[in-house]
């Protein structure tokens, strides 16, 4: 960011580099360009937000006259696209412009908040909030919350009083619905108090296979291990086949794809060369066969023999 010297009306300087410096935003900015891969627009949405932020907190100190930004948020997308990663740095952006008094991200679900009987629905979604006051309360896969063909369900008087808190305790508390965008854009119909209060909506995108290969490769490199070349094509193949599979859950289908590699792995090496002396190689490399031994490889189309 280049400096800036904004001057209102009665000569104060506010110095917007400086200001912008002594947040360290930047720097969670930064943490976040490299801890996610991909996901431009959501990042190019949370450097909006920040900069709305910013700005709001400048006018307050000039006097200005300026009303609070709407704080809560809807994240929307498939699991395992980084929803809950930008989550925790939200927080900390917010704790660091002084929206948020701690600071923290607590995740919950349905279970945590609805009760399974008359009366017990109440004292849970209370006792959650009281924890969550002072930071930001991530509710996953939020449209669980609400059951509407469920006569006896407890979820409506979970929302009623999330609802209560989102309104009159806005400045103590954050709350950011996570959840499938098509559940998500019916629960908020069904819901319009809810969506009502909700002022800032982003959606995650899906991975691309390449992007999805990019993600493998630092998780392998953080437990320090590699892919041979066949093993890197192998991989891509994998994830482009798994990927119109049922369950697909993104960078979560690629951890759990290269934990079962590493135990194909371990099985080849103890079985082939128990009797042999290791070399670091060995121990750190996967090969293709560690790859292509996965079912999903079974679910892959045979391509035509070639006529002769």
Do not use: C, W
Request: proline letters at 4%.
């Amino acid at each position: 960011m280049e400096q800036q010297i904004q001057q209102v009306s009665d000569f104060t300087l506010v110095n917007l580099q400086e200001e912008y410096n002594k947040t360290d935003i930047q720097v969670i900015i930064d943490n976040l360009e490299q801890d996610l891969v991909g996901l431009k627009p959501v990042k190019n949405r949370i450097r909006e937000i920040s900069a709305l932020l910013l700005i709001d907190r400048l006018r307050k100190s000039l006097g200005l006259s300026s009303s609070s930004p709407g704080l809560h948020m809807s994240f929307t997308g498939s699991p395992g696209t980084g929803k809950t990663t930008v989550a925790l740095k939200m927080a900390d952006i917010l704790y660091k412009l002084g929206y948020i008094r701690k600071g923290h991200l607590l995740t919950v679900t349905r279970d945590d908040l609805v009760g399974q009987y008359i009366g017990h629905t109440a004292p849970k979604t209370k006792e959650v909030l009281k924890k969550a006051m002072g930071g930001v309360l991530f509710i996953d896969e939020a449209y669980y919350l609400y059951k509407p063909d469920n006569e006896r369900d407890y979820g409506s008087e979970a929302i009623e009083i999330l609802l209560q808190v989102m309104e009159n305790q806005r400045d103590d508390l954050v709350v950011i619905l996570a959840g499938y965008k098509e559940r998500m854009d019916v629960f908020y119909e069904s819901n319009p108090g809810l969506a009502s209060r909700i002022a800032n909506h982003v959606h995650f995108p899906d991975y691309s296979p390449e992007e999805l290969i990019t993600i493998g490769k630092l998780m392998l490199e953080e437990q320090q291990y590699q892919l041979t070349p066949a093993a890197e094509v192998s991989l891509l193949q994998y994830i482009t086949i798994r990927k119109d599979q049922p369950l697909f859950a993104n960078a979560r289908s690629m951890k759990n794809a290269l934990d079962r590699a590493r135990m194909r792995q371990a099985n080849r090496i103890f079985e082939t060369n128990n009797d042999i002396v290791l070399t670091k190689a060995d121990l750190v490399t996967l090969d293709e066969q560690d790859i292509r031994q996965s079912r999903i490889f079974d679910l892959a189309p045979v391509a035509p023999a070639y006529p002769y």
